[in-house]
């Protein structure tokens, strides 16, 4: 029997799909989100009949689902697709394990959404040459990792944060101390993940465009072999041989397409992420941080002691729960489990340290 879980995971992306749909311009990439979301429906009506169920037991989209819509909204569609893509490996994934388990063959339907997303050309669609680059773009940038970057940014200035303040709280009432200790752990936490970010941006940024570099060299020396090669990777990505070969020959006839498209189809490397600036994601870093880093502080600007020390439990905790529950975005989790157990993990990790404040004191 089909579980409650799996028919709502068809359900959601389904909707999805057909919300990014409504916002999408080009024609040829909303028809394929359209299709898309009428394949889901498809899928979540056949696993309601499976089940036995009626039609209207089908549920509505789930909070999850119209969260991410209004971040689409917001946002725009990149973000909701990158959740959807981990979405659809996660269905791909488990469809190939029970196939493993079971000793049957693999079908292209297993990983056919995953294979949209990635740009792995499906022949129903005769995508032009400048939307499959957009396509694979698209997925390739963003993949929801910006949405997690916040998330996981927010998480870290909170849970070392606010250890940090119960150790110092543990060991003395002073609420100077204790402000002194959190205010210098948020900007020490904060600059150091700047500094990180900033570096991890640029060297990328830098090895990136020595990459590009030797790519370029390549295609202006020996311009039949990098047709030849970009044949091959279309083949291998489902088109025949003469379509493959007349693409990459299009494409190749076009010096500077040409360079953009190996670029991103050799290297797998998108020339639009290299636009990104390292102080821009430095800052962001140092902001997201000290947001969730200032949480366990607040309540010292206004009281001490153990009140103050009550009070900053309180807002942690409040904001350890959240986090958690914004983590399901990704993971499609329960927002109690996933936010109780954020919870829980914060909480043992101040109570450590508000010990060995305690055992060691002031």
Request: glycine content about 10%; cysteine-free; hydrophobic content about 45%.
């Amino acid at each position: 029997m089909i579980s409650k879980k799996s028919i709502q995971t068809e359900v959601d992306a389904g909707y999805l799909y057909g919300e990014i749909a409504s916002r999408e311009e080009d024609p040829e990439m909303k028809r394929i989100f359209e299709e898309l979301s009428n394949i889901e429906r498809g899928h979540a009506l056949a696993f309601l009949k499976e089940s036995h169920l009626d039609l209207h037991e089908l549920p509505k989209p789930s909070l999850r689902a119209r969260i991410l819509n209004l971040i689409g909204k917001i946002a725009g569609n990149d973000y909701v697709l990158g959740v959807l893509l981990d979405t659809e490996k996660g269905v791909s994934s488990a469809l190939n394990k029970v196939r493993k388990e079971k000793n049957s063959p693999s079908s292209i339907t297993d990983n056919a959404h995953v294979f949209i997303l990635q740009n792995v050309l499906n022949r129903k669609y005769s995508l032009s040459g400048s939307n499959i680059a957009r396509l694979e773009k698209r997925h390739h940038t963003i993949g929801g990792n910006s949405l997690r970057a916040s998330v996981l940014g927010g998480n870290d200035g909170l849970v070392s944060n606010f250890s940090l303040v119960m150790g110092f709280a543990g060991a003395t009432s002073n609420q100077h101390a204790i402000l002194l200790a959190g205010i210098s752990g948020l900007l020490a936490g904060a600059l150091s993940m700047a500094l990180g970010e900033w570096i991890s941006v640029k060297s990328s940024q830098e090895l990136y465009e020595n990459q590009i570099d030797i790519e370029k060299e390549e295609l202006d020396l020996a311009p039949e072999g990098e047709e030849k090669e970009l044949a091959l990777i279309y083949q291998s990505k489902g088109l025949t041989r003469d379509e493959a070969e007349k693409l990459a020959r299009e494409i190749i006839a076009d010096k500077d397409r040409a360079h953009a498209v190996l670029i991103k189809e050799e290297l797998g490397i998108n020339p639009d992420e290299l636009k990104g600036s390292p102080m821009q994601a430095a800052i962001s870093s140092f902001i997201l941080f000290s947001i969730g880093a200032i949480i366990p502080v607040i309540p010292f600007f206004f009281t001490s002691g153990m009140p103050a020390t009550i009070l900053s439990a309180v807002f942690s905790g409040f904001g350890l729960f959240l986090i958690g529950a914004a983590i399901t975005l990704f993971t499609g989790k329960s927002v109690w489990y996933s936010g109780f157990r954020q919870l829980l993990f914060g909480l043992a990790a101040a109570a450590v340290t508000y010990g060995m404040g305690t055992l060691i004191g002031a």
